[in-house]
T-cell receptor, first 117, second 108 residues
Framework: GAVVSQHPSRVICKSGTSVKIECRSL??????MFWYRQFPKQSLMLMAT?????????EQGVEKDKFLINHASLTLSTLTVTSAHPEDSSFYIC?????????????FGNGTRLTVT | RKEVEQDPGPFNVPEGATVAFNCTYS??????FFWYRQDCRKEPKLLMS?????NEDGRFTAQLNRASQYISLLIRDSKLSDSATYLC?????????WGAGTKLIIKP
């Protein structure tokens, strides 16, 4: 089955630093990638949708200058949390779809647990 | 009203019992539906797509009721390993809308 690799799985950083999270589709071309955030005991919250070669579409309330998304190829998307603060501590998950259709289920990376101290 | 609603649970169920989850959605034009399972501190994993005719995979049965705008998931002969949070996902206006999830705890 389709595999999505996300790295790192866990990161601890100091307040004010930036953290980059990578999401790779290993055996298919991901035309669309999604970035989610999940706080404890809450559901997934979509942050942004990125299509290869174009700017990401951010959900309302998500600061595009703080959460930089780059989808430079059909197999790689990155999320950079800039000037991280403790309230950015969360579980970040990427997912990818191999076709431009929301009728296809998503394949998820294994998530990145970010802790900002 | 939320676009996708689930009973938050938790459901505490003895091993071997049958458990049913319901998920209601507000947009009658929603196009596709999925059930995901999420273990604690892990990413969601696709459990089943939900088809109009209903579908079954082993102990799991998913059904869609468009008239009443809900989907269901039935787990028969529940196992300890079924303990997880079950999330329904609805494709609505080309957006994937996630339910908040229902936590299931299977007791020995």
């Amino acid at each position: 089955g389709a595999v999505v690799s996300q790295h790192p799985s866990r990161v601890i950083c100091k307040s004010g630093t930036s953290v980059k999270i990578e999401c790779r589709s290993l055996d298919f071309q991901a035309t669309t990638m999604f970035w989610y955030r999940q706080f404890p005991k809450q559901s997934l919250m979509l942050m942004a949708t990125s299509n290869e070669g174009s700017k990401a579409t951010y959900e309302q309330g998500v600061e595009k200058d703080k959460f930089l998304i780059n989808h430079a190829s059909l197999t790689l998307s990155t999320l950079t949390v800039t000037s991280a603060h403790p309230e950015d501590s969360s579980f970040y998950i990427c997912s990818a779809s191999g076709v431009s259709s929301y009728n296809s289920p998503l394949h998820f990376g294994n998530g990145t647990r970010l802790t900002v101290t | 009203r939320k676009e996708v609603e689930q009973d938050p649970g938790p459901f505490n169920v003895p091993e071997g019992a049958t458990v049913a989850f319901n998920c209601t959605y507000s947009n009658s034009a929603s196009q596709s539906f999925f059930w995901y399972r999420q273990d604690c501190r892990k990413e969601p994993k696709l459990l089943m797509s939900v088809y109009s005719s209903g579908n079954e995979d082993g102990r799991f049965t998913a059904q869609l009721n468009r008239a009443s705008q809900y989907i269901s998931l039935l787990i028969r002969d529940s196992k300890l390993s079924d303990s997880a949070t079950y999330l329904c996902v609805v494709n609505s206006n080309y957006q994937l809308i996630w339910g908040a999830g229902t936590k299931l705890i299977i007791k020995p």
